[in-house]
């Protein structure tokens, strides 16, 4: 395609902490160093395309958000401008610029905070069931894609192997007390109102989003990501119809793709065609666009 993607860092004198489905990340003792890389995942199975630009369009992304909603959360980011990073990283610029960021380390709470404004995905599925998501009763007669009353919260777990699984409430406050589950639960529904709000006037719906918090100094952070493509599902507002699955600026253009093949959703993943790899790219960045105003930088 011609567009170089980055599907994995090896910065051998620097301490890997993590390597996740999608961003590398490493120790810097104080600090983490968080590299987000091109690579996608679908059905908890990293593919082996990288999405060009998708983890500059992640990394700059969720530090727009972090500005946007600190006056509700404060979260661990320390710089993403790689002239501040530590000397020991400076080799490196060509692979950190726009897709790295240094951050404080917290500890990560185990809880997956999903907020839901629209009946979508795992939610609309469970609603089928159970007519409830995660314990929260809901109206009878909603169809798929609906917008619901009010955003609710919908917890799972956070699994390092496989799906993360939908729970209650009471769950949640078992595994965490109930202190600090009510003020994930408050901290979640304010900043998916507040961005939603922003998001709506510059035409996207954020049907649903998930958010990861942690404690750093006793006090409750926001870490991980904030409001992408890859942790949310965003639906073009002009073309929002209830009554089935919606367009989207996320990776759900790529799992309907692999849907259609005959794979059965475990590693190796199938590569994807060229033209999907390009959509795919074009839907990111054109999130970025909508939400910031800009274009990409590094791009």
Known sequence: MGKEVL?????????????????????????????????ISCFDVVLPCGIPYKGKVLNQLSCFWFGFIRDIIPNHLITSDIDKYPYQLQKYQSQLLGRSMLVVKSQPLPVECVVRGYLSGSGWKEYKEKRSVCGVELPSGLLESDKLSRPIFTPATKEDVGHDVNVAQEHIERKIGKDIASKLKEISIAVYKKASAYAEDRGIIIADTKFEF?????????????????????????????????????????RDYLDGLDWDKKAPAPGLPDEIIEKTSQKYLQAYRKFTGQELRGK
């Open 7 to 39: 599907l994995s860092t090896d910065f051998k004198d620097l301490k890997l902490f993590k390597r996740g489905k999608v961003r590398d990340v490493y120790d810097l003792d104080d600090k983490l160093l968080i590299v987000s890389t091109d690579r």
């Open 214 to 254: 942690g404690i750093y100094g006793n006090k409750i952070i926001l870490i991980d990501e904030a409001l992408t493509p890859d942790s949310s599902r965003l639906w073009p507002k002009d073309k929002y119809q209830p009554g089935g699955p919606q367009p989207s600026f996320d990776k759900q253009f790529v």
